[in-house]
């Protein structure tokens, strides 16, 4: 295991849900830890509750930005990659098709952007760490286009491993995690979907969000961990 104090780490989407949380239990570490994403308002809140925290205002579909943000960093020892969207999700002969390629614009193609703008920046002995989501292989009705975008993340993992070596790639793919993305179901809607999603895990629960950061955490710091996806999912069926 290798400590995180002190190590350099820039956590792209890191203003809420697992990212946020994954933040505070970093910075606990002592690591230097910059945050970027797009909603200036969730940064500072960040920013306020954790002020050894950097932020940083940026799209991650803006390549540009991307590129000049990270000319400015210096050496980085550590990515994570908690960029989603909510789009894509539905039963396929429904699923508007526009819907889906917004998710992939949302997820996809802002991961790859984040992580190709900084690997000039990165320490070759650090790692990438994506953060993925368990419809990639759960094979859940209503989840074809979820499992399109993740899944082909999920399958680049071992291959960018090979290729980036000896820089180490991974994803962590959660399950069902009580995070604030789930907020825009009615409260009692919500309430429902958790109920439902708990009597197929064998865990009987959804996920916390410290449980997920927790397993990002040990991927970050564990130097033989690599080219693999973690499931955190309670025993998904």
């Known amino acids: 295991m290798t400590t995180l104090n002190k190590s350099k780490v820039v956590i792209a989407g890191g203003s809420s849900g697992i990212g946020a949380v994954l933040t505070k239990m970093l910075a606990e570490d002592g690591a230097d830890i910059t945050v970027i994403g797009r909603d200036a308002n969730k940064l500072d809140k960040l920013k306020q509750e954790l002020p050894s925290v950097r932020t940083a205002v940026l799209d991650a579909r803006d390549r540009a930005a991307l590129d000049a943000f990270f000319r400015t960093t210096g050496e980085i020892d550590h990515l994570v990659l908690t960029l989603s969207g909510g789009k894509g999700g539905g039963m396929f002969k429904e699923l508007p098709l526009q819907e889906l390629q917004e998710g992939f ?87 429902q979907v958790f109920s439902d999603f708990s009597a197929g895990v064998h865990v009987g629960r959804v996920g916390r969000p410290e449980e997920v950061a927790g397993a990002i955490q040990h991927v970050m710091s564990n130097g033989y961990i690599n080219g693999v996806t973690i499931r955190c999912h309670g025993g998904l069926g």
């Open 105 to 191: 614009d949302s997820k996809f193609w802002p991961q790859l952007n984040v992580l190709q703008a900084a690997l000039s920046c990165m320490n070759s002995e650090g790692s990438v760490t994506f953060v993925t989501a368990a419809s990639a292989g759960a094979t859940l009705p209503g989840t074809s286009g979820l499992a399109a975008i993740n899944g082909a993340l999920e399958i680049m993992i071992p291959i960018l491993s090979a290729e980036l070596k000896p820089l180490r790639v991974n994803a962590v793919s959660p399950g069902m995690i009580d995070t604030p993305w789930w907020d825009f179901l009615p409260a009692t809607a919500k309430e």
